[in-house]
């Protein structure tokens, strides 16, 4: 399957005291289209549906989390934010590839 494109902003959820975690949320249509081809897949904890995804010139596989909204969350690590000179409120590129299919 080819690649999902789209640009967000980053955003920070900091509903834990100890630490904040930095996410971009999938587009709704994107969102319905990943939750369309992770059906075929074994279901995985909370929903999740494992990605592999780009910003810049980095790359990682990490998970994609649904939303009340019904939206995926994309956790972006410090290590990908510190490499690409971004952080909360900035706009990024990405390209994300569902895994397994």
């Known amino acids: 399957m080819e690649p999902l494109e789209f640009e967000a902003e980053l955003w920070l959820?900091?509903?834990?005291?100890?630490?904040?975690?930095t996410f971009v949320s999938v587009p709704p249509a994107l969102s319905e289209e990943i939750r369309d081809r992770?059906?075929?897949?074994?279901?995985?904890?909370?929903?999740?549906?494992?990605?592999?995804v780009t910003i810049g010139a980095s790359t990682w596989r990490t998970s994609v989390f649904p939303g009340?909204?019904?939206?995926?969350?994309?956790?972006?690590?410090?290590?990908?934010?510190?490499?690409?000179?971004?952080?909360?409120?900035?706009?990024?590129?990405?390209?994300?590839?569902?895994?397994?299919?």
């Open 38 to 52: 992770a059906a075929v897949l074994p279901p995985a904890g909370f929903g999740s549906v494992r990605v592999a």
């Open 13 to 21: 959820w900091d509903a834990r005291q100890a630490d904040s975690w």
């Open 68 to 101: 009340d909204d019904g939206r995926y969350a994309l956790p972006v690590k410090r290590a990908v934010r510190r490499a690409e000179g971004v952080e909360s409120g900035d706009r990024v590129r990405v390209r994300l590839e569902v895994l397994g299919e």
